[in-house]
């Protein structure tokens, strides 16, 4: 039965912001419309009025998910209720627009919530006015390797031959896949391409990086979520699914892009391995699909790996009884550690990450852009507080870290842990300078505090 609806016109979009993805609805008008329901089943909406008048647009629900526009109806007597019981449609149009946001969120089944987060509606602005960012010849345009090398070498520490390998493989694959070559000869130059090394090296953040760098579509998911086919889990085709979305919905230059399997070697099948679950060699045959270059459906699309690069980051823990000992892995050590050979196999470059010692902690320290010193310097600064260390604290740091056998992951969490009970005090408004120092007899905190001089009128500024 058709019937005669008022309500929101919205245009659909899904968008990736920050690792997470998002359904982001825009509002586009507010129109009148015949609404039915159509042989599949689903409540479809006739755009009568206005500019997109002969739109067909999903009547919003749960599963609203199959057209690009959705329409939100609503009841006809509280909208000439709400414009003092007059049925002009003009003037209800108008009085909705006026106070109606330009973007909302799915909150749940037919909910949508107001969008009020700033950076992400600037995000999305961005984006909209950037379709064409994905082009074919964006890699001539906007990709220079030498400055990509140099930024990255700012924040990663002692891995600049890893950084520069890891770089002129993904460089040369994007040349390749972008060439008028036979598609043979494109599946033998493309490489995919296996990281390694001990936790706490760099190597998923030598990825993040690139991916804010790289004008080219890079989607990293996690290994840990992934199940067979006839498991609860993420699929293969969630993660090319994603690929899409980082491609504003480009087919064709997501097939080109770039997907990262973090945490890859926790789907190795370890024989006697009572925890191993049962679905992690279904997975890894999976990838032999996705890595020969097959076709895959979801939804609508059709999805061509032949020219996929597929990047695979492992910190394979246990594979050798010597930690600095990465760099003289062969194929044969990871089909024991339980990787299939025939997975192993279809990456044709390997990196093995160089382990971190303690002058290595000591360097990111001093020089990353993501050393902690160099984050709370910007943090003191803001607060005006006088900031100060010497070199016994930062080897002081440094041996705690590498205690933990973390790399310089652990970094952070032990500079917070040295820090924490100052920053109270210094929040307090008590203090207007520290100074880290390696704790000793006499003084057994890693810092010692400055007093602020204090008056009938509270805390005066600085010293």
């Known amino acids: 039965m058709a019937d005669l609806t008022i309500g929101y016109l919205f245009k659909k979009k899904h968008i990736i912001y920050q690792n997470k993805k998002y359904e982001v609805f ?3 008008d507010y129109v009148a419309g015949i609404s039915f329901t159509n042989k599949q089943g689903n409540e479809i909406c006739n755009i009568l009025s206005g500019n997109n008048a002969g739109i067909y647009a999903n009547i919003i629900n749960e599963n609203a998910n199959e057209k690009d526009y959705v329409f939100l109806r609503e009841d006809i007597d ?35 919530s107001r969008l009020v987060n700033e950076d992400l509606i600037s995000y999305i602005e961005k984006d909209n006015q950037s379709q064409s960012e994905f082009d074919e010849d964006v890699f001539e345009k906007t990709t220079d390797i030498s400055s990509m090398y140099e ?22 694959n994007q040349k390749v896949v972008n060439s008028d070559l036979d598609m043979d000869l494109i599946a033998k ?33 996690d290994a840990t979520s992934l199940s067979e086919t006839g498991y609860q889990g993420r699929k293969i085709t969630d993660m090319l699914e994603d690929l899409c979305l980082a491609s504003n919905g480009d087919i064709n230059m997501a097939e080109k892009g770039i997907l990262v399997i973090d945490e890859f070697d926790k789907l190795a ?32 699309k059709k999805f061509d790996t032949s020219k996929l690069t597929v990047v695979g980051l492992g910190a394979f823990t246990g594979i050798t009884n010597n930690d600095d000992d990465y760099k003289h892995l062969v194929t044969n050590d990871f089909i024991k550690y339980g990787i299939m050979k025939e997975l192993i196999g279809r ?101 010692v505090l400055a007093k602020t001089k204090e008056t009938k009128h509270g805390f005066l500024g600085k010293k």
């Open 347 to 447: 990456f044709s470059k390997t990196i093995p990450m160089n382990s971190l010692k303690k002058e290595d902690i000591v360097k990111i320290l001093k020089e990353s852009n993501f050393s902690p010193l160099n984050t709370y310097q910007k943090l003191f600064e803001m607060l005006e507080v006088n900031f100060e260390f010497n070199d016994d604290f930062i080897e002081y740091i440094a041996e705690l870290a590498i205690a933990k056998q973390s790399g310089a992951r652990s970094l952070k969490t032990v500079f917070d842990n040295c820090i924490s009970s100052a920053l109270f005090r210094i929040f307090a408004g008590e203090y207007s300078s520290i100074s880290l120092v390696k704790p000793d007899d006499e003084n057994n905190k890693p810092y």
């Open 189 to 221: 130059l493309k490489e995919n391409i296996l990281i390694y090394g001990a936790t706490g090296t760099g190597k998923t953040e030598i990825l993040k990086r690139i991916s804010k760098l790289y004008k080219i579509p890079i989607v990293i998911e």
């Open 269 to 300: 099948e370890k024989p006697g391995d009572n925890q191993s679950h049962v679905s992690r060699l279904g997975v890894q045959r999976s990838l032999l699909k996705l890595l020969d270059g097959s076709l895959f459906y979801f939804g609508n």
């Open 78 to 112: 509280k909208a000439v209720e709400d414009n003092d019981n007059s049925v002009d449609f003009t003037e209800i149009r108008q009085k909705r627009i006026r106070s109606t946001a330009k973007y909302y969120l799915r909150k749940n089944g037919t909910a949508l």
């Open 26 to 28: 825009e509002f586009v």
């Open 151 to 172: 930024s990255i070498k700012k924040t990663i520490i002692s891995q600049d031959e890893q950084i520069m390998q890891i770089l002129t493989s993904l460089f040369k």
